[in-house]
């Protein structure tokens, strides 16, 4: 199988994936623009990305590409859509750099609190500024609002507590009974979490429903001079509105991310909101740690492995949660040849497409139960033939999906 790697990448990675017996082709500076042009000449079977944008003009250019793997945990960098319709797995590496981004947020926060940034430039430029700098609120005892109460969002929901905050949070499935469970206060609303806090972490996946989930109305609700950090994704901050609540209420921010950000690792960046005075940024750098890089690696060896030994894909995230299926078929056959080939020959000829199949071995692998979802239930005529036509198969039942 041949794996091409067009970014930096852990050399246990790189390793790893070569004892499996895989071909590695690596290039860490292709750019997204010529990414299609990589594809076509390396003509891989699966692609491995971190940041780098993977756009339908990429995946259209290897038909042989069957596996995109994103090392890391976001994919919107990804047109899973068109990976979708060319039949390309899209799949990432959830949850590995969770401890690092935590990191980052509380170093923002610091950040915000004690204007680390500003205080080194000033000292850079030959400035000595006590009596400005010595004004500081404190963290101890205020309180950081989490938005979004996943994986990241309880790494830093750990810190801030260490740090002697109090913490409330609020997430599309935390209930108010575990929100007690974690020792943390419960918000109904994103924008109730807003009202009560000092500072707010904003961990959502970037996706259409989270464009601008940081918008006026959210801004309007946060107190004035509270900080906000977002290291999620650009698109889910309005950064106008942003901009307006720096200027107007005093709003200071640590933010990881932004609109529009380059495709390439180095280029340039102009950005409003980025060169804003009260905003302490970084350059989306949150899984950027060794310790991370190193655990991700390690996963895109795991998921490699499952992929070469029985090409299922872990941590897939465009495998197709429903169905359109009205019809599961069960066929128990002697474990031979030609019997799929039988029932799915009857099925064609009478235009019923198959949804989804999957074919469980009994010990000893003499014979097996395939399960054929369909879209429709066959005939009656149909069936017999699927029962009759082949001298392996044992039973024949047809059951509907309620």
Same mark, same amino acid.
């Given at each position: 199988?041949?794996?091409?790697?067009?970014?930096?990448?852990? /050399?246990?990675?790189?390793? $790893?994936?070569?004892?499996?017996?895989?071909?590695?082709?690596?290039?860490?500076?292709?750019?997204?623009?010529?990414?299609?042009?990589?594809?076509?000449?390396?003509?891989?079977?699966?692609?491995?990305?971190?940041?780098?944008?993977?756009?339908?003009?990429?995946?259209?250019?290897?038909?042989?590409? +069957?596996?995109?793997?994103?090392?890391?945990? $976001?994919?919107?960098?990804?047109?899973?859509?068109?990976?979708?319709?060319?039949?390309?797995?899209?799949?990432?590496?959830? +949850?590995?750099?969770?401890?690092?981004?935590?990191?980052?947020?509380?170093?923002?926060?610091?950040?915000?609190?004690?204007?680390?940034?500003?205080?080194?430039?000033?000292?850079?430029?030959? /400035?000595?500024? /006590?009596?400005?700098?010595? /004004?500081?609120?404190?963290?101890?005892?205020?309180?950081?609002?989490?938005?979004?109460?996943?994986?990241?969002?309880?790494?830093?929901?750990?810190?801030?507590?260490? %740090?002697?905050?109090?913490?409330?949070?609020?997430?599309?499935?935390?209930?108010?009974?575990?929100?007690?469970?974690? $020792?943390?206060?419960?918000?109904?609303?994103?924008? @109730?979490?807003?009202?009560?806090?000092?500072?707010?972490?904003?961990?959502?996946?970037?996706?259409?429903?989270?464009?601008? %989930?940081?918008?006026?109305? %959210?801004?309007?609700?946060?107190?004035? +001079?509270?900080?906000?950090?977002?290291?999620?994704?650009?698109?889910?901050?309005?950064?106008?509105?942003?901009?307006?609540?720096?200027?107007?209420?005093?709003?200071?921010?640590?933010?990881?991310?932004?609109?529009?950000?380059? +495709?390439?690792?180095?280029?340039? %960046?102009?950005?409003?909101?980025?060169?804003?005075?009260?905003?302490?940024?970084?350059?989306?750098?949150?899984?950027?740690?060794?310790?991370?890089?190193?655990?991700?690696?390690?996963?895109?060896?795991?998921?490699?492995?499952?992929?070469?030994?029985?090409?299922?894909?872990?941590?897939?995230?465009?495998?197709?949660?429903?169905?359109?299926?009205?019809?599961?078929?069960?066929?128990?056959?002697?474990?031979?040849?030609?019997?799929?080939?039988?029932?799915?020959?009857?099925?064609?000829?009478?235009?019923?497409?198959? @949804?989804?199949?999957?074919?469980?071995?009994?010990? $000893?692998?003499?014979?097996?139960?395939?399960?054929?979802?369909?879209?429709?239930?066959?005939?009656?005529?149909?069936?017999?033939?699927?029962?009759?036509?082949?001298?392996?198969?044992?039973?024949?039942?047809?059951?509907?999906?309620?």
């Amino acid at each position: 199988m041949r794996v091409l790697i067009a970014e930096k990448f852990e /050399k246990v990675g790189v390793d $790893g994936i070569k004892d499996l017996g895989c071909e590695v082709i690596q290039n860490p500076d292709v750019t997204a623009e010529d990414l299609p042009a990589m594809l076509r000449e390396v003509d891989p079977d699966v692609l491995i990305v971190r940041g780098k944008k993977v756009t339908a003009d990429a995946l259209r250019a290897c038909p042989r590409l +069957g596996l995109v793997i994103r090392a890391g945990a $976001g994919v919107d960098s990804i047109d899973v859509a068109a990976a979708s319709k060319l039949g390309v797995f899209v799949a990432n590496c959830p +949850g590995k750099n969770s401890i690092a981004v935590a990191e980052l947020v509380m170093g923002l926060i610091c950040a915000c609190d004690r204007r680390i940034p500003d205080q080194t430039a000033d000292l850079r430029a030959g /400035k000595w500024n /006590k009596k400005e700098y010595g /004004k500081a609120r404190g963290l101890y005892g205020r309180t950081l609002g989490i938005v979004g109460l996943g994986q990241i969002g309880r790494e830093i929901m750990k810190r801030a507590q260490a %740090f002697g905050m109090k913490v409330v949070a609020w997430s599309r499935n935390l209930t108010m009974e575990e929100a007690e469970s974690l $020792g943390v206060g419960y918000g109904a609303t994103p924008i @109730e979490v807003a009202r009560l806090s000092d500072v707010v972490s904003i961990n959502v996946t970037g996706n259409k429903e989270t464009a601008d %989930f940081v918008n006026a109305d %959210f801004l309007d609700a946060m107190k004035p +001079g509270a900080y906000l950090i977002n290291t999620s994704r650009g698109n889910v901050v309005d950064e106008a509105a942003l901009l307006a609540a720096i200027e107007k209420k005093g709003i200071r921010c640590g933010l990881d991310v932004y609109r529009g950000e380059p +495709g390439s690792p180095v280029g340039e %960046f102009r950005s409003e909101l980025a060169q804003h005075r009260g905003v302490y940024g970084t350059h989306h750098i949150g899984a950027s740690t060794d310790q991370a890089q190193i655990a991700i690696a390690h996963e895109v060896i795991r998921m490699m492995t499952c992929y070469l030994k029985s090409h299922e894909v872990l941590n897939c995230v465009n495998r197709h949660a429903g169905t359109v299926a009205t019809h599961v078929l069960s066929v128990r056959h002697l474990n031979r040849p030609g019997v799929l080939s039988h029932v799915f020959k009857a099925l064609a000829d009478e235009s019923i497409n198959v @949804e989804e199949v999957e074919n469980i071995n009994y010990h $000893g692998a003499e014979a097996t139960c395939a399960r054929v979802h369909l879209v429709r239930s066959p005939s009656d005529a149909t069936l017999e033939r699927i029962r009759t036509g082949n001298q392996n198969i044992i039973s024949v039942s047809l059951r509907k999906i309620e």
